[in-house]
């Protein structure tokens, strides 16, 4: 008996010991669903919503471009797109290929998507293709039965519908490279099917044009496959770029420059700095670039010798010859090595220790000053201005009018050009200065190099009464004033008076681009570099003037100008590459192109209160 209480005793310790540990455990668990279901019930309901319910951003419709009258240079358009679902396709390769016998889709273009396939959901479409024709969407419809997978969406495309004639203003749009995704955190750039600025105005104002996301809330199942959508909201459009250019004289200058193998023109207001016209041939259709571009297209843009992807106007770094040499009178008349009288007699050559370095008019211009200099383009008198003044003191006229440095313009890839000084000489190459050297580069030749958009405000800078004026694509709302170059307004007149008897003196290289509009003269400056040196054979020859030497060795032909000679309003630039003579090959289409702006723009123009021949004999 006793040993059966004993028992009983320590079966009970036992049962309470359990029942008292199994009081707690469901203490515990109770506490701990209360803290669960009640405490934290706001914070897990919240949770519980953000995995059923996704935000996913909206694209925007991307801002126009437009002409300084309001016409829409680039805009978005409906597009049909074809889509794929990897999960639906069975065998996507199959599927491409299939897809590829009914509409335009080339083996790069599939193997992208394949490419694409390996790095997104199953369930997520992938673009194709998005610029489908009505008939392509047609056969796509009639065969969806055999294309599983394949569905056909609508969106926006952007649209250039002028093309190569702006391609190099413009720019164009493309997919975003890793590399962006990284520089820039908005989220927009995440997006597959987003496109963003890659070159000319639609890089530069990207951020502008691309405007802001809209978001679309839509239920999804444990894995991430929408359901349906609950509500949606759209996003702002990017704003409108106005641009400074004129389309009508865009398409003039185009055209006028496709007769040439390589060219370029700029066309600057000298008040304002607003640029007209920028036109650079070769080009390319920008378009080409919005869906991707082909590996065989690629490569024969990139491999054309007179590259079309380079606009020409603010990459091409050319010596200017001739047209460089107002920087050598103005730097001689402000130091004072010559004046309006100073004469300086021309043989033909000059020589120079055991150098000799020639005219490009065989028998000399004889004496002259500084007027007929110019009008008759003498190479010995601007030798010996040289020789008198310096390199650096060139150098220092150079900069003040916008050469060998970068004028900040509101499109990428503008080049520098170079104006070479004894410093840059010694710190590039280790090597001191040589005279020869100055007298080269007094003519615009040597180290000299300069863009087509530099010359074009250099002649605005000499017209506009030596103002800095700024070019720019697009004008901001608050400009500010304009400061000088520092150049005295003697100095200036005098020079400007030589540009214009380049067009309208008796002897001038470019007598034949005079404009020939009643009341309304122009002044110019001709210009032939050289591309390579001229042997003493050569130009005994003559060989290096003519048209049968290879096309990549003859000389750039360039010219620049500006109107009307008295109440100057326009400033031109043109070079033609390997045109050999600036007087026939650039002249004449500077001519036509200013003659076409004076003509758009004639309401804006000053009346005259004098003839341009009194301005000129007042000079």
Partial sequence: MQQEAERVRSFTRRALFVGGAQVVLFGALVGRLYHLQVQRSAEYSLLAEDNRIDQRLLIPPRGRILDRNGVALASNVPTYRVRVVREQAGDLRETLQRLAQLISLTPEQIEAVLAEARTRRAFMPMTVREDLSWDEVSRIAVHSPELPGVVLDSGLLRQYPYGEVLSHVLGYVGAVSQAEQQRDPDPLLQLPDFRIGKSGIERSYDKVLRGRAGLSRVEVNAIGREIRELDRTEGEPGEDVQLSLDLELQRFCFARLTSELAASAVVIDVRTGGILALASVPSYDPASFTGGLSRRLWTELRDNPRHPLVNK???????????????????????????????????????????????????????????????????????????????????????????????????????????????????????????????????????????????????????????????????????????????????????????????????????????????????????????????????????????????????????????????????????????????????????????????????????????????????
């Fill in 313 to 619: 106007c603010i990459r091409g770094q050319y010596p200017p010859g001739s047209t460089f040499k107002m920087m050598t009178a103005l730097a001689g008349l402000e130091s004072g090595a010559i004046t309006e009288t100073t004469r300086i007699f021309c043989p033909g050559s000059v020589s120079l220790g055991t150098a000799r370095f020639y005219c490009w008019k065989e028998h000399g211009h004889g004496s002259i000053n500084l007027v007929n200099a110019l009008e008759q383009s003498c190479d010995c008198y601007f030798y010996e201005v040289a020789r008198r003044v310096g390199v650096d003191a060139i150098a220092d006229m150079a900069n003040r009018f916008g050469l060998g440095h970068r004028l900040d313009l509101d499109l990428p890839g503008e080049q520098p050009g170079l104006i070479p000084t004894r410093a840059w000489k010694k710190a590039t190459f280790r090597q001191s200065w040589q005279k020869g050297e100055t007298l080269v580069c007094g003519i615009g030749q040597g180290y000299v190099a300069a863009t087509p958009l530099q010359l074009a405000v250099m002649t605005a800078r000499l017209a506009n009464g030596g103002l800095a004026v700024k070019p720019r694509v697009v004008l901001p709302k608050d400009a500010p004033p304009l400061s000088s170059v520092g150049v005295s307004r003697a100095s200036l007149e005098l020079v400007l008076r030589g540009m214009r008897e380049v067009v309208h003196g008796a002897r001038g290289t470019a007598r034949q681009a005079a404009l020939n509009l009643p009341g309304i003269e122009m002044g110019g400056k001709t210009g032939t570099a050289q591309v390579r040196r001229i042997s003493k054979a050569d130009r005994a020859s003559g060989r290096h003037k003519r048209e049968d030497i290879p096309w990549e060795e003859r000389d750039h032909a360039l010219f620049v100008c500006f109107a009307p000679y008295a109440s100057p309003r326009f400033a031109v630039s043109v070079i033609v590459e390997h045109g050999l003579h600036g007087a026939s090959a650039a002249a004449p289409i500077a001519r036509d192109i200013m003659k076409k702006t004076l003509e758009l723009f004639k309401d804006t123009i000053e009346p005259q209160t004098a003839t341009v021949t009194e301005r000129g004999n007042a000079s």
